[in-house]
């Protein structure tokens, strides 16, 4: 197989890195937060808004999409991307995250794991073949093996046994994906370590994940409700014992504070819905801290959301008008406050970038972690 990520540098002070990934709808510039459109749509904006911010790659959701519309459908479109008019690359997870937050509906078993439709109770059977053909009928760019997760303080058997079906999973989930790419599909597939928040687990995971020699990994299991001195010091434990030259990728993180650890412990990729769902619950990402736009102070405030921010938003809007916004329940005020969050982060991880380019990551960390923490939001 071609190469498809190279690593451009690794920070002096960290393990931080940039690279470039390359995939069948353009290259991935990294460091990279990828937004949620869980329905292949980010909540609340439009793909030209997506593509004017920036951004290469966005994530959506094989559950959902299979239940509606329909993989058939969207293959019939052309994949995710003629479906949508997207036109640069997905990402799209397994399903294994919805599975198991919807547990009261599904059981797991080593054929695979049956579910009831959230929308209309029907009976469904995902198994990692079933989930690689659904993902390549999307066309995504990268898929994710179909996985079984598990939350945090459960008791080491049970985290063994999600384990080794995981394991399983995933040697029948690349069988597969290379039936696809002998017929022509394209996309990429990334194994899923597991192991919960045992250290032996995950160092079992990472050894088989690795040895399965597919394109890029991803480490499950984390932000599942663990404290976060809990997630970093497990995320960078995971992190060293797989391979350095391989793409490395962490599902469910998105404020700055997550994405800065995942950064220093050389991980490239991460994925989050909060900062859309906090802009539609009024809270802005800010230089200072986050800014909940529902505070009585900013009625009369006619001053930016961000004053060092570039963004339309900030550019165009104040405080007292965003406000009014959210206040009244208009559709524009979840809008502007979407576009404004991941205008913020995708400065914020071309700050990076730039950063460990000039070997500074650390000190650029600090800085703005110092700042954000503060919360001195005026």
């Known amino acids: 197989?071609?190469?498809?990520?190279?690593?451009?540098?690794?920070?002096?002070?960290?393990?931080?890195?940039?690279?470039?990934?390359?995939?069948?709808?353009?290259?991935?510039?990294?460091?990279?937060?990828?937004?949620?459109?869980?329905?292949?749509?980010?909540?609340?904006?439009?793909?030209?808004?997506?593509?004017?911010?920036?951004?290469?790659?966005?994530?959506?959701?094989?559950?959902?999409?299979?239940?509606?519309?329909?993989?058939?459908?969207?293959?019939?479109?052309?994949?995710?991307?003629?479906?949508?008019?997207?036109?640069?690359?997905?990402?799209?997870?397994?399903?294994?995250?919805?599975?198991?937050?919807?547990?009261?509906?599904?059981?797991?078993?080593?054929?695979?794991?049956?579910?009831?439709?959230?929308?209309?109770?029907?009976?469904?059977?995902?198994?990692?073949?079933?989930?690689?053909?659904?993902?390549?009928?999307?066309?995504?760019?990268?898929?994710?093996?179909?996985?079984?997760?598990?939350?945090?303080?459960?008791?080491?058997?049970?985290?063994?046994?999600?384990?080794?079906?995981?394991?399983?999973?995933?040697?029948r989930a690349k069988a597969a994906w290379l039936r696809q790419r002998d017929q022509g599909y394209a996309g990429l597939l990334f194994p899923i370590v597991q192991g919960n928040f045992f250290a032996d687990l995950r160092a079992r995971s990472a050894e088989f994940v690795a040895g399965l020699d597919l394109p890029g990994i991803a480490i499950g299991g984390l932000s599942v409700g663990e404290p976060a001195d809990v997630f970093a010091s497990m995320l960078d434990y995971t992190a060293r014992l797989l391979p350095e030259r391989t793409v490395k990728y962490v599902m469910g993180i998105g404020t700055p504070d997550y994405i800065l650890d995942a950064v220093r412990s050389g991980i490239d990729m991460f994925d989050c819905v909060l900062p859309t769902r906090n802009a539609r619950n009024g809270s802005y990402f800010t230089r200072d801290g986050k800014l909940s736009i529902k505070q009585e102070r900013f009625a009369r405030d006619f001053s930016p959301v961000d004053p060092e921010c570039t963004c339309k938003v900030c550019r165009n809007y104040s405080r007292a008008y965003l406000r009014h916004l959210f206040k009244a329940q208009e559709i524009l005020s979840a809008t502007l406050a979407s576009y404004h969050n991941l205008f913020f982060l995708q400065t914020m991880m071309r700050e990076i970038r730039n950063a460990i380019a000039e070997n500074r990551f650390e000190e650029y960390r600090t800085a703005f972690l110092r700042r954000f923490a503060a919360g001195n939001i005026r």
């Open 1 to 171: 197989m071609a190469t498809v990520f190279d690593i451009t540098h690794t920070d002096s002070g960290s393990r931080a890195r940039t690279g470039v990934l390359h995939l069948p709808h353009g290259d991935v510039q990294t460091p990279v937060f990828m937004p949620v459109g869980t329905n292949a749509t980010v909540k609340a904006l439009t793909k030209d808004d997506l593509e004017e911010i920036g951004f290469e790659i966005i994530l959506a959701n094989t559950y959902h999409l299979y239940l509606r519309p329909g993989s058939d459908i969207i293959g019939l479109a052309g994949g995710l991307h003629g479906f949508s008019g997207w036109r640069r690359n997905f990402l799209t997870d397994s399903g294994g995250f919805q599975v198991w937050s919807l547990s009261p509906l599904r059981k797991i078993t080593a054929q695979g794991v049956q579910f009831r439709s959230t929308i209309d109770g029907s009976k469904h059977l995902f198994t990692p073949e079933r989930v690689v053909d659904i993902q390549a009928q999307f066309n995504s760019d990268i898929q994710m093996q179909l996985d079984v997760c598990s939350g945090f303080g459960i008791a080491k058997d049970e985290a063994e046994r999600a384990l080794s079906v995981t394991e399983q999973w995933a040697i």
